[in-house]
Nanobody
């Protein structure tokens, strides 16, 4: 059973920063690819960033240069550092994992809300 637990969402002003964390269960972490998706109201879910088990990283064009994904294998945790946040970044952010690359979306966390507003 794969379990993912996100944390770190909240309300931030435009131009601000947030860091999301996702803790993954047990032995799957080092073998699986990890990702962050988001879904804004009335929009489809989109892949924001993904990191493979060998360290390859992909970003959506809309966040490249502002967001950074990283993984800490000993802690079974991935992070999404979000800088220069914009109102368009407002969404529910989901941590995902799986063996499929470049879209690791076999398993999903419960999501965490990020709201960018003044």
């Amino acid at each position: 059973q794969v379990q993912l637990a996100e944390s770190g969402g909240g309300l931030v002003q435009p131009g601000g920063s947030l860091r999301l964390s996702c803790a993954a269960s047990g032995s799957i972490f080092i073998r699986y690819h990890m990702g962050w998706f988001r879904q804004a109201p009335g929009k489809q879910r989109e892949l924001v960033a993904a990191i493979s088990n060998w360290g390859e990283i992909n970003y959506a064009d809309s966040v490249r240069g502002r967001f950074t994904i990283s993984r800490d294998n000993p802690k079974n945790t991935i992070y999404l550092q979000m800088n220069s946040l914009k109102p368009d970044d407002t969404a529910v952010y989901y941590c995902t994992t799986g063996l499929n690359w470049p879209t690791p979306n076999a398993y999903w966390g419960q999501g965490t809300q990020v709201t960018v507003s003044s």
